[in-house]
């Protein structure tokens, strides 16, 4: 009963901040889950995973991933997918032809490249991590600070962009049309033969392969109570609990696709570069957390090495970011975990990483 109440008020609390701080967050708060102390009988460290289960599935927000969505107009082709692949990893994309999507994208580092900050096209390192492809195509919005609606927009950003693929669309259309096997492939699926629409179509519909779903926290979600271990439960349940992670990654790719400064102390200015709104000062697109474990480091300036250290910086409340989002603020600093309890967390975490799927370079024609 007291526990109850407590997630009354605290349900309140939320509501309060979040609307104060502008911030849409459509996520329930988990009212009644066991989120505060133990009581002496669940101290044993054991929680009944029935009874989480269906806390989870009455008051959060979370469900099994499912499948990625398709555009109607880029229906996934055998044809195409093929098209796709040889253009990721083709560095004819390139102004050079030395970079390719793979160079920072790698399927065997997480399809991401594993380093802090992406290496220039003209030498030295860029100022954001570059991302994994792994689930991208779940997502409302793609890049760190969501300045493309779609992977098809996304696609033609890397290829122009002087730092890193540094080609012109046009110069590149005229390359490929000399390559008489991309010609003939092209005028096989599209009609109109070789252009910067259809690369952008190849190339996304061959990144919705790029999937990891069906987690053992799926299928603890579809109601197989025994896929996760007793301490990978103890840290779902802190996800959606006492940590407060949930608030924000969410939803079937557990991002909720809004924008959020957890406090980081850098120069960039996140989605106030894509809206101009004050208030979305180092906002950056909540990331989904499903092949977690093979993208290290993390953020978008990849200044945390590991999820330990992930743990840790939410735990002590981030960074001072003179915006720092009012949810943090006031209920994460800090969050105040036990050690037990950042291990139950990243024992959790761990169960998101899975097997993406592994492309390799096809014959190029
Ligand atoms: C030189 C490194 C580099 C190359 C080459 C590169 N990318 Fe990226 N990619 C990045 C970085 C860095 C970002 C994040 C940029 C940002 O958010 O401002 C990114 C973002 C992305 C995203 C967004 C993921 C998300 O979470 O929304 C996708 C998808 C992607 N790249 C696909 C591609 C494709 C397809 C190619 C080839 C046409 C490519 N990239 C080439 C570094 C690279
Ligand atoms: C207020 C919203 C919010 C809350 C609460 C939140 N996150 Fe995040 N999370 C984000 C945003 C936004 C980023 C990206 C930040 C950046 O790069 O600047 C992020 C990044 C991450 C990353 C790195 C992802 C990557 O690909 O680099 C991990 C892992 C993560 N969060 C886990 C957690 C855990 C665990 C918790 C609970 C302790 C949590 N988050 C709470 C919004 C949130």
């Not at 540094?166 to 490929?176: S, T, V, W």
Request: charged fraction near 20%.
């Amino acid at each position: 009963m007291k526990r109850i109440v407590k997630g009354a008020v605290l349900t309140v609390l939320l509501c309060i901040g979040l609307s104060a701080c502008g911030e849409k967050v459509k996520v329930k708060a988990p009212t009644n889950l066991p989120t505060e102390e133990k009581s002496e009988a669940e101290k044993g460290y054991d929680i009944n995973p029935e009874g989480l289960l269906t806390s989870l599935q009455n008051h959060t927000n979370l469900v099994p991933i499912g499948d990625v969505p398709i555009p109607p107009d880029n229906p996934m082709k055998p044809e195409v997918l093929e098209l796709g692949q040889m253009l990721f990893f083709d560095p004819r994309l390139s102004g050079n032809n030395e970079v390719s999507c793979q160079t920072c994208h790698d399927p065997n580092m997480g399809y991401g490249d594993n380093q802090p900050t992406f290496n220039k096209f003209t030498g030295g390192t860029g100022a954001r991590n570059s991302p994994t492809v792994i689930n991208s195509g779940y997502y409302t919005s793609n890049f760190w600070d969501g300045r493309a609606v779609s992977l098809e927009e996304q696609a033609l950003g890397p290829i122009q962009n002087p730092d890193e693929m540094n080609q012109p669309l046009d110069e590149l259309i005229k390359e490929l049309s000399a390559i008489k096997g991309y010609q003939e492939r092209f005028q096989a699926v599209f009609p109109d033969g070789i252009t910067e629409q259809n690369i952008a179509k190849s190339l996304a519909a061959f990144q919705r392969q790029i999937v990891v779903k069906d987690t053992p926290y799926d299928r603890f979600l579809k109601g197989d109570t025994q896929a996760l271990t007793k301490q990978e439960v103890n840290g779902l349940r802190l996800f959606t609990g006492k940590a407060f992670c949930v608030t924000c990654h969410n939803g079937p790719n557990l991002s909720d696709n809004n924008f959020y400064n957890i406090g980081l102390n850098t120069e960039d200015k996140g989605r106030q570069a894509v809206t101009g709104q004050e208030g979305d000062l180092g906002r950056i697109r909540t990331p989904g957390l499903y092949g977690i474990t093979h993208t290290a480091p993390y953020m978008r300036d990849g200044s945390l090495a590991t999820l330990e250290e992930v743990i840790d910086y939410y735990d002590r409340g981030g960074d001072s970011h003179p915006n720092k989002s009012f949810f943090i603020q006031k209920f994460m600093s800090p969050i105040g975990l036990t050690d037990e309890e950042k291990a139950d967390l990243l024992a959790f975490l761990k169960t998101l990483g899975g097997e993406p799927p592994i492309f390799t370079k096809p014959q190029l024609p």
